[in-house]
C-alpha cells in the first residue's frame, strides 16, 4: 500500500466507523480479504455431516472459503454488529412455549440489511468507483470467522461471535468490500477455562469446544430441519418452540448485555413466552398473517407446529390432551405423527383413547408407526405401575 492509498485507507476507515456507528452498529471490525482462515475446521465439520439438511453450506463452500468468488477484486471485510437485547424475561411455565430472543421482534434481515445498505451508499460518497455486497446472514459468507479476524469479537466455545463490549446477543451484518481500509487484528479468545455453554446444552450438541454439532442442536432440529425431530431428541427440547438460547443465557459476557434501542427488535404481543394451546390450531393463513414480518417464518407452518405439539407432549399436562387431539388429526402428517408422540408422553385415558382412534382412522405408515409406538409404550408403562 503506498503512502496515498494508506491515507485514504485511514481516514476512509474512520469515517465509515462513524458512520456505522450513527446507522445504529456498536461496533465495526474490517479484515483483510483473503481465504477464509481456518478452512479446514469448516471442512472437516461438512464432511462429518454436522450440517446436517443444510446442504446450502456444502453447495456453497467454495464461495464460503474464498470470498474473491463473490466480489472480484474484493480487498476488505468489513463485519457490523448489532445489538438486538430487548432485556425481557422468560418465565418458567410449561404450557407456554419459548422463542429464541433474537425471533421476539420484527425480522432482522430487514432492517439490518437497509442499514448496511446505507453505510454502503455513504461508502460510494468516499469513493464513486467502490463495489461491495451486503449480506445479513442470507449469503454465502463465514460472518462470525471473519469477524473474529477483525476487532469485533471472538468465536466462542458455543461457536458464537462473543463481544468484549456487549456479549452475544447481537446480528452480524458483512460488507464485502473492493477498497483497501485500515485492518484490525484478530480479537482473542476471552473463554478461558468457562465452560458453561457446553454443560447446560440441552442435547449435547457442542460435542468440544469450538464445535457444534447442528444436527443436536435445537435450534437447527426447531427451525431448519424440515422433516420429523429424531425421536430420542424430542424430550430434551422441553418447551423450546422456534430456537434456543440456553448457551447464550448461561455466557459471563453477556453480563455487559445492554438495552437495545432499535423498537423493531423489542418484543411484539406474544412473542416471548406464547400460550403453547391455541398454536396447535394455526392454519398456513394463520402462521404467515401471525408471523408475517418475523424470523419464525422460517420455520414455516407444519414445522413449527410440530414443535408446538412436542413442547406439550413435554409438559405431561392432562390440560395439553385436547389441543394434542386435535392434532393428530392435522391435515399434515408431519404434525400428526409428533402429536401421536406427545399424547404418549401424557398418560390419560383420555389421551390413549384418542391415540386408538387415530389408529383407526390413519393411512400415513409414518404416523402408523408414532400411534404403534405410543401406544405400546404406554402398554408397557402401565404393566411396570400394575
Aim: some cysteine; hydrophobic content about 40%; glycine content about 8%.
Amino acid at each position: 500500500m503506498n503512502e496515498i492509498t494508506r491515507l485514504h485507507a485511514g481516514s476512509w476507515t474512520s469515517r465509515i466507523r462513524e458512520e456505522a456507528r450513527r446507522l445504529g452498529f456498536f461496533k465495526m471490525g474490517v479484515a483483510r480479504a483473503g481465504a477464509l482462515p481456518e478452512s479446514s475446521r469448516f471442512d472437516a465439520w461438512l464432511a462429518q455431516g454436522m450440517h446436517g439438511e443444510m446442504d446450502y453450506m456444502r453447495r456453497q463452500s467454495a464461495r464460503r472459503r474464498d470470498p474473491s468468488l463473490i466480489l472480484d477484486g474484493i480487498r476488505s471485510v468489513v463485519v457490523l454488529a448489532m445489538n438486538y437485547h430487548s432485556g425481557e424475561r422468560q418465565a418458567e411455565d410449561a404450557l407456554k412455549g419459548k422463542i429464541s430472543r433474537y425471533a421476539w421482534g420484527s425480522d432482522y434481515h430487514t432492517l439490518t440489511k437497509r442499514r448496511l445498505e446505507c453505510l454502503m451508499d455513504f461508502i460510494r460518497q468516499l469513493e464513486p468507483q467502490a463495489r461491495g455486497v451486503c449480506y445479513v446472514d442470507t449469503g454465502p459468507v463465514m460472518e462470525k470467522v471473519w469477524g473474529a479476524q477483525s476487532s469485533l469479537g471472538w468465536i466462542g466455545k458455543n461457536a458464537n461471535l462473543i463481544s468484549r463490549d456487549q456479549g452475544s446477543w447481537f446480528f452480524i451484518g458483512v460488507i464485502l468490500l473492493d477498497l483497501e481500509l485500515d485492518y484490525d487484528s484478530g480479537s482473542k479468545d476471552y473463554c478461558g477455562t468457562c465452560t458453561n455453554c457446553i454443560s447446560v446444552c440441552p442435547t449435547g450438541a457442542i460435542v468440544a469446544p469450538y464445535v457444534v454439532d447442528a444436527r443436536l442442536c435445537i435450534s437447527y432440529l426447531t427451525i431448519e430441519l424440515r422433516g420429523p425431530i429424531p425421536r430420542d431428541l424430542r424430550s430434551l427440547i422441553g418447551n423450546r418452540i422456534y430456537g434456543c438460547d440456553d448457551c447464550q443465557e448461561v455466557c459471563p459476557w453477556n453480563r455487559f448485555a445492554i438495552t437495545t434501542e432499535e423498537a423493531e427488535f423489542w418484543p411484539q404481543a406474544g412473542n416471548v413466552v406464547p400460550e403453547l394451546v391455541p398454536l396447535v390450531t394455526l392454519s398456513v393463513e394463520d402462521f404467515n398473517s401471525r408471523f408475517e414480518n418475523s424470523p419464525i417464518r422460517r420455520a414455516q407452518r407444519d414445522g413449527f407446529v410440530r414443535n408446538v405439539v412436542v413442547a406439550l407432549g413435554n409438559s405431561h399436562k392432562s390440560e395439553a390432551v385436547p389441543a394434542l387431539v386435535q392434532a393428530v388429526h392435522d391435515r399434515s402428517p408431519l404434525v400428526r405423527r409428533h402429536a401421536a408422540w406427545a399424547l404418549g408422553q401424557i398418560p390419560t385415558s383420555h389421551a390413549r383413547t384418542a391415540l386408538a382412534e387415530a389408529r383407526r382412522m390413519e393411512r400415513d405408515p409414518d404416523v402408523i408407526e408414532e400411534i404403534d409406538t405410543a401406544l405400546a409404550e404406554g402398554r408397557s408403562s402401565e404393566r411396570a405401575t400394575d
